[in-house]
């Protein structure tokens, strides 16, 4: 079972990221604005300044962030108060019987001629007239089901497949 953080914290982290950022481009700016200031250029100094809108903007969305959070894990431990939740358990996906013990391919080449409604061991032509015959009532622009489809389909390429390899070179 695997494990995840809760957006809580993840928000937290993001904001504290944010405000950061925003702390050292607010430095970067100042200092540049300080260097042209002392080099007597009044002009790019307040230039400079005029550019501290954007670690404002960084510092807005980082204290939007922090407060996500704090209010997502305020409302967590008054949700649940007799125990915090610091992580939250993630199901790990169930392994189907059909991904642990693989399909014998005789019983796959049977299913798809049921599927198909031809014998098992029948010539290719009849296979393909069959698909062919119907073909106009299976197919989704012809007004068959979807999934009705996508199992003849599978069952019609599977035999293909199958009467290639079966076929002498």
């Known amino acids: ?19 950061g950022l925003a702390a050292l481009l607010t430095a970067f700016i100042l200092v540049g604005a ?4 002392g080099q007597g250029n009044s002009q790019l100094a307040a230039d ?23 209010l997502r894990g305020l409302w967590l431990l008054l949700r ?9 358990p993630v199901p790990s996906r169930p392994v189907s019987q059909a991904a642990a013990a693989p399909e014998r391919p005789a019983h796959a080449y049977e299913r798809a001629c049921a599927e198909l409604g031809v014998e098992p061991g ?27 489809w996508r199992r003849k389909l599978a069952a019609y390429t599977l035999l293909e497949a199958w009467q290639q390899f079966e076929e002498p070179p």
């Not at 300080?34 to 200031?37: E, L, R, Y």
């Not at 400079?48 to 704090?70: H, K, Q, T, Y």
């Not at 649940?80 to 939250?88: A, G």
């Open 1 to 19: 079972m695997r494990v995840r953080i809760l957006p809580a914290l993840d928000s937290l982290l993001h904001g504290l990221i944010s405000l």
């Open 34 to 37: 300080s260097q042209h200031g």
């Open 48 to 70: 400079s300044l005029r550019m501290l809108w954007s670690p404002a903007i960084f510092a807005g969305v980082g204290v939007l962030l922090i407060a996500n959070g704090l």
């Open 80 to 88: 649940s108060p007799s125990r915090p939740v610091l992580v939250r």
């Open 122 to 148: 029948s010539d290719w032509a009849l296979v393909r007239s069959a698909w062919r015959r119907n073909l106009p009532q299976w197919h989704p622009d012809q007004g068959g089901a979807v999934d009705v």
